[in-house]
């Protein structure tokens, strides 16, 4: 946020039934594990920026949006990569 490290990202949350991001888990500075919606992050070469903290939602939030998505490391995807909008892509195969 403006320049201050507050998290890194841990794991790429998608829609259970569609392929679109929904947010970020992100593990803080403090320890604690938040939730970032994907529709506030500004997603940059060298980081994921935020407007405010107040962005982050805490772990009750964040419990509440694990079990109505899956983790882009458990998708069978070679090479992901998520587009501005959030849709998630399949690397084209250069073979």
């Known amino acids: 946020m403006h320049g201050i490290h ?7 949350l998608v829609d259970a039934r569609a392929d679109r991001v929904v947010g970020l888990e992100i593990h803080c500075g403090d320890s ?3 939730f970032l919606p994907f529709a506030v992050a500004d997603l940059r070469d060298d980081e994921i920026a935020i407007e405010s903290a107040l962005t982050l939602l805490d772990e009750r939030d964040l419990d509440f949006y694990r079990p109505r998505t899956r983790r882009i490391g ?5 090479d ?4 501005a909008d ?10």
């Open 6 to 12: 507050l998290a890194r990202p841990i794991e790429a």
């Open 86 to 95: 959030g849709s998630l892509h399949e690397a084209a195969s250069a073979a």
């Open 80 to 83: 992901p990569w998520v587009e």
């Open 32 to 34: 604690a594990r938040r």
């Open 74 to 78: 458990d998708l069978p995807l070679d």
